[in-house]
């Protein structure tokens, strides 16, 4: 597995690199990845549940079924993703992907997609009951109930090769924040508030 724990050598702005914001539902990934893009000079947010939604007629989701269609349907939303990622890195803008990305295979293909662009994967984790709590929120709050299930996958798939940050006890403007650190050529203060794995 590639590492893909830091930002791009050049920076993050620019469409120097494709940065990929995941986690568990409600974990905080949209409003983050709007937040940093709205921080660059030129960056676009890519919102996977905006474009996996582009298939109406016939869609199912990623756990739906049948299981075959919906791993079709999620594999090609995310050639999609890929797509225009890197369209918009070509023109000079830095994609910023928000999106669930729970397996290894799954990460492979945006990274072998995106290639030899460079990808900065940061996973999102401020825990079960802090996620179960912002979806109660939501206007848009479903039932989920595999959130461990969901999160220990990714750390057994992709564990240090992603930044993991535990947002819990911070509001979204101190993680952004953090990242807007990490960003820096010099982040070594922000290189300690990283989580243990």
């Given at each position: 597995?590639?590492?893909?724990?830091?930002?791009?050598?050049?920076?993050?702005?620019?469409?120097?690199?494709?940065?990929?914001?995941?986690?568990a539902?409600?974990s905080g990934?949209?409003?983050?990845?709007?937040?940093?893009?709205?921080?660059?000079?030129h960056?676009?947010?890519?919102?996977?549940?905006q474009?996996?939604?582009?298939?109406?007629?016939?869609r199912?989701w990623?756990?739906?079924?049948?299981?075959?269609?919906?791993?079709?349907?999620?594999?090609?939303?995310?050639?999609?993703?890929?797509?225009?990622?890197?369209?918009?890195?070509?023109?000079?803008?830095t994609?910023?992907?928000?999106?669930?990305?729970?397996?290894?295979?799954q990460?492979?293909?945006?990274?072998?997609?995106?290639?030899?662009?460079?990808?900065?994967?940061?996973?999102?984790?401020?825990?079960?009951?802090?996620?179960?709590?912002?979806?109660?929120?939501?206007?848009?709050?479903?039932?989920?109930?595999?959130?461990?299930?969901?999160?220990?996958?990714?750390?057994?798939?992709?564990?240090?090769?992603?930044?993991?940050?535990?947002?819990?006890?911070?509001?979204?403007?101190?993680?952004?924040?953090?990242?807007?650190?990490?960003?820096?050529?010099?982040?070594?203060?922000?290189?300690?508030?990283?989580?243990?794995?």
């Open positions: 597995m590639r590492d893909h724990n830091e930002p791009p050598s050049r920076g993050i702005d620019h469409g120097n690199g494709c940065v990929i914001i995941t986690g539902p409600a990934k949209s409003t983050l990845a709007r937040r940093l893009a709205e921080q660059l000079e960056s676009a947010w890519l919102n996977g549940d474009i996996h939604g582009v298939i109406v007629g016939g199912v990623a756990l739906g079924e049948p299981k075959d269609e919906a791993a079709r349907q999620t594999h090609l939303g995310n050639q999609n993703l890929v797509a225009v990622a890197r369209n918009c890195a070509q023109a000079g803008f994609p910023i992907i928000d999106w669930i990305i729970p397996d290894a295979d990460l492979a293909q945006f990274a072998d997609g995106l290639s030899p662009l460079p990808l900065w994967l940061i996973a999102l984790d401020p825990g079960d009951a802090a996620c179960r709590a912002r979806n109660l929120q939501r206007d848009d709050s479903f039932t989920f109930d595999g959130y461990d299930d969901l999160v220990g996958g990714m750390r057994r798939a992709f564990g240090a090769s992603g930044w993991w940050i535990n947002s819990s006890g911070q509001a979204a403007e101190e993680t952004l924040q953090l990242i807007l650190d990490r960003a820096q050529p010099d982040h070594g203060s922000a290189r300690e508030m990283l989580e243990p794995l």
